[in-house]
């Protein structure tokens, strides 16, 4: 057997408390089995979580499709999302940053999500999540700052007012016109955020880490 981590040979390594033959592998020393009777351990799981997430399926449906259990699966999920790096950001863009309301548990518990997008290649570079306040908003704008923003668009929330240099920051009519189709794809294919959906999110993390996936987790 080959180990599934490095590709080297393994030797067998004693039994399951289920008799599955056991191996360890002879380079790397991880312990592992030829075949797994519980999905949640395939190979694959991690990618086919990836691609129903960003294709909009909910937990619940991820869980019936893969035949795992709903909080192996939300485990994964965090899992997946501190394996993901944040990408590099370009010196010199132009971006465009806005918010999105949604809650977590109850309807009059809000948060938002606020993110920044280049508006050339379209891409997500920064977002953070909680309450409406300057410190959320900091995270994304010091992003910016640090990668040399050449202008950034945002609407007219003071928030904005406090924390952009004005000789970068603009609120000009139509200058988010990218990252409000961009709110639409959002609510489209993430069921949590959809207007009036019975989904929701029941911890901020789990929420972050859903966005973290479906903004830098490249397939």
């Avoid at 399926?57 to 999920?77: A, D, P």
Wanted: aromatic share 10%; net charge positive; proline share 1%.
């Amino acid at each position: 057997m080959n180990c599934r981590y490095c590709k080297s040979d393994c030797k067998k390594d004693g039994f399951q408390k289920n008799g599955t033959q056991r191996y360890k592998c002879k380079h790397c020393g991880k312990k592992q089995q030829s075949e797994y009777c519980y999905n949640a351990y395939g190979t694959s799981i991690n990618t086919s979580i990836k691609r129903f997430i960003c294709e909009g399926v909910g937990i619940r449906s991820i869980s019936r499709l893969l035949k795992v259990s709903t909080t192996t699966l939300l485990s994964r999920i965090i899992y997946i999302a501190k394996a993901i790096n944040q990408p590099p950001v370009s010196t010199g863009q132009v971006y465009e940053v806005d918010e999105i309301k949604t809650f977590v548990k109850r309807k009059d518990k809000h948060i938002w999500i606020v993110y920044a997008l280049n508006r050339t290649t379209k891409e997500v570079v920064s977002y953070n999540v909680g309450p409406r306040t300057n410190i959320t908003l900091g995270k994304v704008i010091k992003t910016l700052h640090l990668s040399g923003a050449k202008k950034i668009f945002t609407d007219r929330w003071r928030g904005y007012q406090s924390l952009i240099d004005r000789k970068i920051h603009s609120v000009a009519n139509r200058g988010t016109n990218h990252i409000e189709r961009h709110n639409l794809t959002l609510r489209t294919h993430l069921k949590r955020l959809t207007r009036r959906t019975i989904c929701y999110s029941r911890s901020i993390a789990i929420l972050s880490a859903i966005l973290k996936i479906f903004f830098w987790g490249e397939l």
